[in-house]
């Protein structure tokens, strides 16, 4: 069965540090991930994907993500953090298999908290 | 290019009354239709899923039901609310398997 583990409810950074949240998978087949953001009281926003190619992955606002097969994980990291990098990010998984609807799976959230 | 509209943004609804949540797909066909409820900010329940017209798989039981009538149309009902069906909805669409979701603006229903 898909998974997605988002090991850390919230993640605290000072402005200008360095951010990494962390996430890793389990799936059948070779894995399509993927992150999101969620600003309050809104629906989630792509940043970034890997499907095939180049491990590290450079997104929106400044995010990448680096796909590590052998430890199954999928990190979301920038290299200096803003105040509005705040938000709920989520991770999420999809099977290179074409089932089910082509769901996505995803982790359970992990809150970012900047302080300037 | 394509967008996906949900409406309305915030719902109050007493318990007992029914439900409807309509989400539309434009500039795009055949597309993949999902509606999420995420409960206190966090965590995403996938609640139905939609490959075709008409065709409706559903995640977990409860006291919702999905439609689609229309090919870009997705719509979330409920003929009774409970107090338990509060929470943010939100609906989102896909393509090809190798393209993520586009989600919707979501809505946040109230039941008082």
């Known amino acids: 069965a898909q998974s997605v583990a988002q090991p850390e409810d919230q993640v605290n950074v000072a402005e200008g540090n360095p951010l990494t949240v962390k996430c890793t998978y389990s799936v059948s087949g070779n894995p399509y991930l993927f992150w999101y953001v969620q600003y309050p009281n809104r629906g989630l926003q792509f940043l970034l994907k890997y499907i095939t190619g180049d491990n590290l992955v450079k997104g929106s606002y400044g995010f990448e993500a680096e796909f590590n097969k052998s430890q199954t994980s999928f990190h979301l990291k920038k290299p200096s953090a803003l105040v509005s990098d705040s938000a709920l990010y989520f991770c999420a998984v999809r099977a290179s298999l074409y089932n089910q609807g082509g769901k996505l799976i995803f982790g359970q959230g992990t809150e970012l908290s900047v302080k300037p | 290019s394509q967008t996906i509209h949900q409406w309305p943004a915030t719902l109050v609804q007493p318990v007992g009354s029914p439900l409807s949540l309509e989400c539309t797909v434009e500039g795009t066909s055949n597309p993949n239709l999902y509606w999420y409820r995420q409960a206190a900010g966090r965590g995403l329940q996938l609640l139905f899923y939609s490959v075709g017209i008409g065709q409706i798989s559903s995640e977990v039981p409860q006291n919702l039901s999905a439609s689609r009538p229309q090919d870009r149309q997705f719509i979330l009902s409920s003929k009774k609310l409970l107090l338990s069906d509060s929470g943010f909805y939100l609906c989102?669409?896909?393509?090809?398997?190798?393209?993520?979701?586009?989600f919707g603006s979501g809505t946040r229903l109230t039941v008082v």
């Open positions: 989102a669409w896909s393509g090809h398997v190798i393209y993520g979701y586009t």
